[in-house]
């Protein structure tokens, strides 16, 4: 199986760990909600990736292995916050 990344290859890792941040939305409790998916591919690719809501992906990130892919979604979380202080403060 082929892994592609998407049309902007040349977006930083930073700037995908934004993206997939800024897709937090509130559920039908209004509680922050953030969809990430870590994702296995053959080879061992492993893949970090967030949900818009109409359930379309935004910015995967490419991991060496499943330390990095940790921190990188503990990043995700932590630059969450903002964007979740926003929608509930609404």
């Known amino acids: 199986m082929e892994v592609r990344m998407d049309d902007n290859?040349?977006?930083?890792?930073?700037d995908r760990v934004r993206d997939i941040a800024n897709t937090?939305?509130?559920?039908?409790n209004g509680t922050p909600v953030?969809?990430?998916e870590v994702r296995y591919y053959d080879g061992g690719h492993l893949f970090?990736?967030?949900?818009d809501p109409d359930g379309?992906?935004?910015?995967?990130i490419a991991c060496n292995d499943l330390a990095e892919a940790i921190v990188l979604t503990g990043d995700i979380v932590r630059r969450g916050r903002g964007p979740?202080?926003?929608l509930l403060a609404k």
């Open 9 to 14: 290859h040349k977006k930083s890792t930073l």
């Open 56 to 60: 379309s992906v935004v910015s995967p």
């Open 34 to 36: 953030l969809r990430i």
């Open 48 to 51: 970090i990736r967030g949900r």
């Open 24 to 28: 937090i939305r509130l559920d039908d």
């Open 84 to 86: 979740a202080r926003k």
